[in-house]
């Protein structure tokens, strides 16, 4: 009496799980959509522009070696030093002959000055600054290509997360479809039971097959709901709906053996670039070892009052400057710089070869994928045969309720086993898209 109770509340905790889940929020969802909302507002795509205006942003800057640089300034004060107090009266135009009295010169009163100045300086050659300024635009290309990956690899995770989805709702239905046959069975040995003629741990154990079945049934919806949540975060959406989606592609597919990985895929171009800006800051080290050359200018006006703007004078020139030796800072740094575009270059080739080496097991991975479904397609036939004839032979008391139970087991198993191939398959086809992708 226990036991049967216990099996109640099972199933009415199951019915509580099946019925919440048939409340929710449903919505229907094709791949091309999913695919357009993550590429649009997934938090990674978005971290990668901001990325990408940040690198625009500094090399913006980099405009500053064609730009003059200008500056205004307001000076107020006051000396007795003997030459500043005469220099003050100089740069207002307000010396006098009594100013050359040798007591005056020497012993001047607190002589106050008002400066108004503007500052230029333009800069002309600077070899140094402008490889550096081409390091800087090749950093915008390499982070347009960072977040043209991201976008692919995106559109990846989201194929990978939709046909997730569509492997849950598969599991629902080979469970849905389990159900119905071991309640057709439960109702055909109730019967039998109750006329006498099996025993009651038949009827027992297709209930406890039921409760199972419905048990399983409960996690494979709600399995629905985490895989339409998860969708739901890579697309930059709030969780909590839950996506309705396509039938999963059983079409058998040829994977073409010239299929290879391309140079010009987007991650393989950034770190080309990041080479190349490497470069372009070796060079530039080496350019800084080049004399340089800039203008500078500036008008002032000085007063001895505040706010006077009285006297008023200019000074313009030009500097040639030559770093002729900096402690070998120069040659370390280019040294290092050097062994840093070494190492990318490396990193680069280990990326090729460790890609050629997926994309190798991923056409592994799908021709696998191909003979597995054509193989459980036809042992899912087998098995619905077997569990035809062993129901009819149980109706001809022939066989005992395990057989039935056991063979039901095995056709919902087999299923099982073809949507996860089909899912497989359909993950390494778009893992073989995302691995072959090019920029071309």
């Known amino acids: 009496m226990g036991y049967t109770k216990q099996l109640v509340g099972l199933l009415g905790l199951t019915i509580c799980l099946i019925q919440s889940y048939s409340q929710l929020k449903t919505s229907p969802l094709t791949l091309t959509d999913a695919i357009n909302r993550a590429t649009q507002n997934n938090r990674s795509v978005t971290l990668a522009k901001l990325d990408e ?10 405009d500053a070696i064609y730009l003059p640089q200008v500056g205004l300034s307001y000076t107020a004060m006051s000396t007795n030093n003997p030459l500043n107090a005469f220099g003050f009266k100089l740069q207002q135009k307000s010396i006098s ?3 050359f009295n040798p007591d005056l010169l020497n012993h001047p009163n607190g002589t106050p000055d008002f400066t108004t100045k503007l500052e230029v300086q333009q800069p002309l050659i600077n070899m140094d600054m402008w490889y550096m300024r081409k ?26 997360a939709y046909l997730q989805l569509q492997l849950a709702y598969n599991a629902v239905k080979v469970l849905e479809d389990a159900l119905q046959t071991t309640k057709a069975v439960y109702t055909f040995t109730d019967n ?25 049934l409960a996690k494979a919806k709600s399995n629905i709901g985490n895989a339409s949540d998860y969708l739901s975060l890579l697309m930059g959406q709030l969780t909590g709906n839950v996506y309705t ?46 004399p340089k050359l ?26 040639l400057s030559w770093d002729i030796f900096k402690g070998f800072k120069t040659k370390n740094t280019i040294a290092t710089k050097t062994l840093e575009r070494n190492r990318l270059a490396e990193e680069l ?92």
């Not at 372009?280 to 800084?288: A, D, G, L, T």
């Open 135 to 160: 390091g800087a635009a090749m950093q915008t290309e390499i982070y347009q290509l960072k977040t043209k990956r991201t976008k692919e690899y995106i559109t990846f995770q989201v194929q990978k």
């Open 349 to 440: 080739t280990q990326q090729k070869e460790q890609s050629s080496l997926e994309l190798s097991k991923t056409k592994r991975d799908i021709s696998d994928a191909v003979t597995e479904i054509a193989t459980q397609k036809v042992a899912i036939a087998k098995a619905e045969e077997s569990l035809r004839i062993l129901q009819n032979r149980y109706e001809q008391g022939i066989v005992t309720t395990t057989d039935v139970l056991q063979a039901t087991t095995q056709v919902s198993q087999q299923k099982f086993v073809l949507a996860q191939a089909v899912f497989n398959k359909n993950v390494a086809t778009a893992y073989l898209q995302f691995l072959t992708t090019s920029t071309k």
């Open 53 to 62: 205006q940040v690198a625009a942003s500094n090399y913006k800057q980099t």
């Open 245 to 290: 989606v396509a039938e999963p592609s059983q079409k058998m597919q040829t994977i073409k053996d010239s299929l290879n990985i391309e140079s010009s895929r987007s991650d393989f171009m950034a770190m080309q670039k990041a080479i190349e800006a490497s470069d372009m800051m070796i060079k530039s080290s080496k350019m800084s070892e080049l």
């Open 97 to 99: 002959q009594n100013d």
């Open 192 to 216: 039998h039971f109750k006329q006498g003629l099996i025993q009651k741990s038949d009827v027992l154990n297709v209930q406890v097959q039921i409760n199972t079945v419905e048990s399983n």
């Open 294 to 319: 800039n203008a500078f200018g500036s008008y002032q006006l000085n007063d001895s009052k505040m706010l006077g703007f009285g006297a008023n004078a200019y000074l313009v020139g030009a500097q």
